[in-house]
């Protein structure tokens, strides 16, 4: 599978730019064991070869007539993420991908964040000597308004460290929108709001010419979950709000033509919600 992907909605082109995939998402979803997994008939392409849930950080391009939109920025490069080695300190070559799939930072107008957790600001930043500075340089950084303020306040180690490297440094640049959890980020682009793993955290539908699609941020962590809507999230800051939310967007969104983007879905990172007995499946 390629770590680029492009989709059609309307007139809105979407494009998946990986950073990078691996098994492993027992320390978020500490259920996803392979033999609850193996009980998923239909969960093959999410998985590895050993039946190990395959998690996926990569960014979503939305061309939207002349604007460039990027939802979500990965880990990043440089940041010191202990414990977690696998984004401690990363080299790796998203900003070349990114621009071998034609996204040179500079082109790009806007930069959303569904929320404001580790995987998802990463690059909004990036280390010139000893300082950090926007990597997107003539882009407007839009994030809620509940979401800024809620984390810029923590006390949380991780979180203090994430703002202070990959957030602090767009306001001082003057280069963040904090908008509504409802904003309208372009023609035919909403922000939708799921909170619960994030108090201001935010899926992104799009609409153009009668087709939709929606972008899930951490809302759901793995198509698993469509499945077992009941297994518990660690990542999730409001288990309860968390778990009424995910179940709400499934019932909104089964069976229906809505393309369903996976933030973190490997394999082919988007399909179809459809009801399945007393849960729900993801379609490619």
Avoid at 90 to 106: H, K, M, N, T, V
Avoid at 177 to 190: I, N, P, S, T
Avoid at 259 to 274: D, E, K, Q, W
Wanted: aromatic share 8%; charged share 25%; hydrophobic share 35%.
């Amino acid at each position: 599978m390629s770590s680029v992907l492009r989709w059609q909605v309307g007139d809105v082109k979407i494009t998946r730019v990986q950073e990078y995939e691996a098994p492993g998402i027992g320390f978020i979803l500490p259920d996803a064991t392979r033999e609850n997994l193996a009980e998923i008939a239909w969960l093959g392409p999410y998985l590895n070869q050993r039946g190990d849930a395959v998690g996926s950080v990569h960014s979503l391009i939305l061309e939207v007539g002349e604007r460039r939109i990027v939802v979500d920025t990965c880990v990043g490069n440089d940041k010191s993420r202990m414990p977690f080695k696998m984004w401690h300190m990363r080299q790796g070559p998203f900003l070349s991908d990114l621009e071998s799939a034609g996204f040179p930072i500079d082109t790009v107008d806007t930069v959303v964040c569904t929320h404001l957790h580790t995987d998802h600001v990463g690059w909004n930043t990036r280390l010139e000597g000893d300082r950090w500075v926007p990597t997107f340089i003539n882009a407007r950084t839009v994030m809620t308004r509940e979401e800024w303020e809620h984390w810029s306040r923590t006390d949380v180690e991780q979180m203090v460290a994430t703002v202070g490297d990959s957030v602090r440094p767009l306001f001082e640049a003057d280069l963040v929108d904090l908008v509504d959890m409802d904003h309208e980020v372009a023609d035919g682009v909403r922000f939708e709001p799921t909170p619960g793993h994030s108090p201001g955290h935010v899926a992104v539908r799009i609409e153009s010419r009668g087709e939709r699609a929606v972008i899930t941020g951490d809302l759901v962590h793995h198509p698993a979950q469509f499945a077992r809507p009941g297994w518990k999230n660690n990542a999730d800051s409001d288990a309860t709000q968390a778990d009424a939310t995910r179940r709400d967007f499934m019932a909104r969104y089964a069976d229906t033509p809505t393309l369903v983007i996976g933030t973190h879905f490997s394999g082919p990172t988007a399909g179809r919600l459809v009801r399945d007995g007393d849960s729900y499946r993801l379609d490619g």
